[in-house]
Nanobody
């Protein structure tokens, strides 16, 4: 059974850092992976994604502050978040495509940036 499990969320002060991790299981071959976020009452939006070969893409709002990376052997994707702002506060979700184009989602992890 396919599972994507996020971890690493929490409460930090503005300017602080967090590292999110997502562990994938039950997927035989993983292609693109990514991170999305969704605030209450808002649409889910792309934060960053990464291809199997390591090509990355970032939302303008996080470019230069966040870094996405992956470990194909461990079937994990990470999001290093630096210089966090209050507007980064929301639930973050990881996703992954398999080789047939099916998309899977994790359950989400809460990130709160507040003084």
């Amino acid at each position: 059974q396919v599972q994507l499990v996020e971890s690493g969320g929490g409460l930090v002060q503005p300017g602080g850092s967090l590292r999110l991790s997502c562990a994938a299981s039950g997927i035989r071959s993983i292609n693109d992976m990514g991170w999305y976020r969704q605030a209450p009452g808002k649409q889910r939006e792309l934060v960053a994604d990464i291809t199997r070969g390591g090509i990355t893409n970032y939302a303008d709002s996080v470019k230069g502050r966040f870094t996405i990376s992956r470990d194909n052997a461990k079937r994990m994707v990470y999001l290093q978040m630096n210089s966090l702002k209050p507007e980064d506060t929301t639930v973050y979700y990881c996703n992954a495509y398999d080789s047939l184009g099916y998309l899977y989602w994790g359950q989400g992890t809460q990130v709160t940036v507040s003084s």
